[in-house]
């Protein structure tokens, strides 16, 4: 059963905004908090921000001001918006359940790519 279908990610000049999308399934959306994680090429996946059901919101400090993670309860969806986006921010960018609980299967993911 895929768990998470993330979206939205592409190509962006320095400077630029993307919104990355990810449908959860319902039994997972409704019972944890969610989060963002990203994989640059070489590197290891890192945490990138998370939120609670409670919609508490927690940041790594390399997007903190810059990213917002919100989410939608009826779609059982997460958002992350990302500005003023660097090429530090090229990854493949995944969303799952938050950290306190642990990531469960990972799904694609989507690209986001940062370059002039």
């Known amino acids: 059963q895929v768990q998470f279908v993330e979206s939205g990610g592409g190509l962006v000049q320095p400077g630029g905004s993307l919104r990355l999308s990810c449908a959860a399934s319902?039994?997972?959306?409704?019972?944890?908090?969610m989060a963002w994680y990203r994989q640059a090429p070489g590197k290891q996946r890192e945490w990138v921000a998370e939120?609670?059901?409670?919609?508490?919101?927690n940041y790594a400090d390399s997007v903190k001001g810059r990213f917002t993670i919100s989410r939608d309860n009826a779609k059982s969806t997460v958002y992350l918006q990302l500005n003023r986006l660097s090429p530090e921010d090229t990854a493949v960018y995944y969303c799952?359940?938050?950290?306190?609980?642990?990531?469960?299967?990972w799904g694609q993911g989507t690209q986001v790519t940062v370059s002039s």
């Open positions: 799952n359940r938050d950290r306190a609980m642990g990531p469960s299967d």
């Open positions: 319902r039994r997972i959306f409704d019972f944890y908090g």
């Open positions: 939120i609670t059901l409670g919609e508490s919101t």
